[in-house]
Every structure is written in structure tokens, then in C-alpha cells.
Nanobody
């Protein structure tokens, strides 16, 4: 089983930065590929970023490309989302997730495990 715990959310002004962490634990955690999603109140969960090809490549939603960076520390079984130039529309609960393969990485149904989420609020 895989357990995921997000941290690092908070309140920040527009233009600021935050770094989110997702710590993975469990016997098979190293076999999963990681991604980030977010969900604002009253809206559908949307894809943010993902590590692909065993972590050697990345994929980003157009809305965050150039501002957000996903990376990992394999020794700590932790994946990060570094968010720069935050905008009010980035306000949401951010979730990390683990999947079995790199196929259709932007679809939430492809992910088997989810964290509890961490709140990011960007004020204007």
C-alpha cells in the first residue's frame, strides 16, 4: 500500500511563491509515478503537473507552464511542486497522486492513490 501526505500550503499574495511537498511511504511506493492535481470550491479537479518516463520528463497544464516546477527526491520518496508567480486563480486544494503508468497522465482516474490535500490561497 502507498500513503501520500501533502504539506507546504498556505496563504500568499499574488506574485509570491510556495513549495509543496508530497511524502510517499509504503512497501511499493518506489514503483509509482507521481502527479499533482488541484480543485477549487465548486469546480472539477484539474491536472497540474506530472513526472513521466520514470521521472526523467515532465508534463504541465498550460495554465501553470513556466510558473510551476515538479521534481522529486528519490532518496526521501518525496515529490515537490515549486509554484512561482502565483495568481488568485491558483487558489485551490492541491493533491498529490500516484499512478501505475505514464498513459494518459492528465486523467485523474489513472491514479490509484491520493493524498488528503493541502490548501493554497492566493490573495490579490
Amino acid at each position: 500500500q502507498v500513503q501520500l501526505v501533502e504539506s507546504g500550503g498556505g496563504l500568499v499574495q499574488a506574485g509570491g511563491s510556495l513549495k509543496l511537498s508530497c511524502a510517499a511511504s509504503g512497501r511499493t511506493s518506489s514503483t509509482y509515478r507521481m502527479g499533482w492535481f488541484r480543485q477549487a470550491p465548486g469546480k472539477e479537479r484539474e491536472f497540474v503537473a506530472s513526472l513521466t518516463r520514470g521521472g526523467s520528463s515532465t508534463d504541465y497544464a498550460d495554465s501553470v507552464k513556466g510558473r510551476f516546477t515538479i521534481f522529486r527526491d528519490n532518496a526521501k520518496n518525496t515529490v515537490y511542486l515549486h509554484m512561482n508567480d502565483l495568481k488568485p486563480e491558483d487558489t485551490a486544494v492541491y493533491y498529490c497522486a500516484a499512478r501505475y503508468s505514464d498513459y494518459d497522465v492528465r486523467t485523474s482516474a489513472r491514479y490509484a492513490y491520493w493524498g488528503q490535500g493541502t490548501q493554497v490561497t492566493v490573495s490579490s
